[in-house]
């Protein structure tokens, strides 16, 4: 039989010896002990310990694990550091009570365990509420990212509208945007040199800063005038658009003959009646602007032949044409349907003395 490697037997004295075939052994004795179950121990139920994780125990002990293990590296780097001095010292003043290079720091170094253990407790604790505010301030941030990153594009969007408004109302009210030209349009009887010469007192203004009632009060003096819009081109043009009054006829006066309209308002006066204009009888305003509504009805052709117009009321407006005939109008109302049924009269029966639109659907002549 082979030996495995390595295996030594052992020694002669340490061999264990067998007994003896020859040699009379003792006698022994068989004694059978029978247990009955009322003698059986009762079974223990056996309850498996639950261990639960304390994290902040658990960083409490491994900061305080860390802060033991530097104050180790600390004390043994201070012993070195004596045990280094003490040799230099010993060998420099040739002390003779000590052995040379053999130090005592025992004593010195020796610390103050329960003073060592508060500490390191103390310190453990302290390092486990700076994780655990560090941990919270994390979560902190986790959990309002969202609300911060709305909060941050509102404050975006907000001061990006506001630098907008203040570059536009710096320009707006700047010298760049001052009033330097004024364009007049649908004028023809009021001169236009004489609405800028009016309004030149606005010049070099900013246009949002023109004084538009001073506006209005220049140019309602003018009676020519009837209403007007202004709008501003920029960066420094100021239109104004004008409706001139429209004069209906001329009225007879002590001193001549006055142009007005439909309003009553003075356009112009002359000695002599002017010239493609009928002659006004209406002793009211309602009569005046009765007549304003016919008159203005009428055709470019049927205008210029008018002689003129008579009314006392509002219902009973008589036009008098050029030549001779006259014309019942009646009523203001309808004046355009009327003043078509009157043109075609005047073509189908253009001898007729008078004609009668009163009732546009049933007209007559004769």
């Known amino acids: 039989m082979k030996r495995p490697q390595g295996f030594e037997p052992p020694p002669a004295s340490k061999r264990p010896t067998q007994p003896r075939a020859d040699t009379p052994q003792p006698p022994t004795t068989s004694r059978t002990t029978t247990t009955t179950d009322a003698a059986l121990p009762a079974p223990v139920e056996v309850v498996m310990p639950v261990i639960l994780f304390d994290r902040e125990a ?6 305080a694990e860390a802060a033991e293990a530097e104050r180790r590296a600390a ?42 253990s508060a500490w390191a407790t103390a310190a453990g604790i302290r390092a486990a509420k700076r994780d655990r505010k560090r941990y919270e301030r994390a979560e902190v941030r986790r959990f309002t990212a969202a609300s911060r990153r709305r909060r941050r594009t509102w404050l975006i969007s907000g001061g ?3 630098a907008m408004v203040l570059v536009v109302a710096g320009t707006a009210f700047s010298p760049m945007m001052a009033l330097r030209v004024v364009t007049v349009e649908g004028a023809e009887r009021v001169a236009p040199t004489q609405i800028v ?24 003096g003018m009676t020519l005038i009837q209403s ?13 658009r004008i409706v001139e009054r429209d004069p209906i006829g001329a009225r007879a006066t002590d001193a001549g003959f006055d142009l007005v309209d439909s309003a009553g308002v003075v356009i112009s006066s002359s000695p002599e009646r002017p010239a493609g204009y009928p002659l006004l009888d209406t002793p ?7 007549a304003g509504e016919v008159v203005r009805a009428l055709p470019a052709e049927l205008r210029a032949s008018l002689d003129s117009v008579t ?51 049933s007209p007559v002549y004769s």
Do not use: C, F, M
């Not at 070099?204 to 009632?213: E, R, V, W």
């Not at 009211?284 to 009765?290: E, K, N, R, V």
């Open 58 to 63: 658990a960083e409490a002990a491994a900061a």
């Open 75 to 116: 004390r043994k780097k201070r012993g070195s550091r004596s045990a280094k001095g003490a040799s230099t010292a010993a060998s420099v003043g040739g002390s003779s009570d000590a052995p040379s290079g053999s130090t005592d720091t025992s004593a010195a170094n020796a610390p103050d365990e329960p003073a060592r």
């Open 160 to 162: 990006a509208l506001l």
């Open 197 to 220: 010469t009016a309004l030149s007192d606005q010049l070099g203004t900013p246009l949002p800063l023109i004084d538009l009632a001073a506006v209005r009060e220049k140019l309602s």
């Open 228 to 240: 007007y819009s202004t709008e501003s081109h920029p960066p420094d043009t100021l239109v104004i």
């Open 284 to 290: 009211t305003p309602t009569a005046l602007a009765a």
């Open 311 to 361: 009314a006392g009321t509002r219902d009973d407006v008589t036009l008098q044409l050029a030549g001779g005939p006259s014309v019942v109008w009646g009523s203001a109302d309808d004046s355009v349907i009327k003043a078509t049924v009157l043109a075609r009269l005047l073509a189908v029966a253009p001898g007729a003395a008078n004609y009668d639109v009163s009732s546009p659907s």
